[in-house]
């Protein structure tokens, strides 16, 4: 662990690359069993007679392998937390298209905003814009996450 950053560290149009996560069929059912089992996430079969044509990823899976990436990459050096009220959330999630087996994720965060919180005047909310695009280029998941990182301590 490095210097610890705070919320004034993040500022609004830093670009951060979160690195990439190779989807594999096991994922991809291990994930549709647990949390979202319908047919196209669970059996190649199934998946070729619906319109995906083909075994696809859970829109919940993709956006679990964002925050992974967000989390492992941007996090570990963060005075990031939630209060007792909780994270703030995440606002405008997209699917935007199928992710399958075999394809390599990147994940990218973009800071859009730096806002005092108004429960906890001790943390800003760090509005962030995420993005996961395959090997192609297209983007599969956009979202904004709204993340709750500690202000500097007075006496730093």
Known sequence: MGRLLYAEDYEKGARHDLGSHKVTAEEIVTFGRTYDPQPYHLDEEAGRASSFGGLIASGWNTAAI???????????????????EGSPG???LRFLHPVRPGDVLTGTCEIVASLPSLSAPDFRIIRNRGRLLN??????????????FRCRPKNS
Do not use: F, K
């Not at 964002?66 to 007792?84: F, I, S």
């Not at 090997?135 to 709750?148: C, F, H, S, Y």
């Open 66 to 84: 964002w925050m992974r990436l967000y989390v492992t990459t941007l996090l570990p050096d963060a005075a990031a937390e939630g209060t007792v």
């Open 90 to 92: 995440v606002d405008e």
């Open 135 to 148: 090997a192609d280029g297209a983007e599969v998941l956009t979202l904004i996450l709204n993340a709750r």
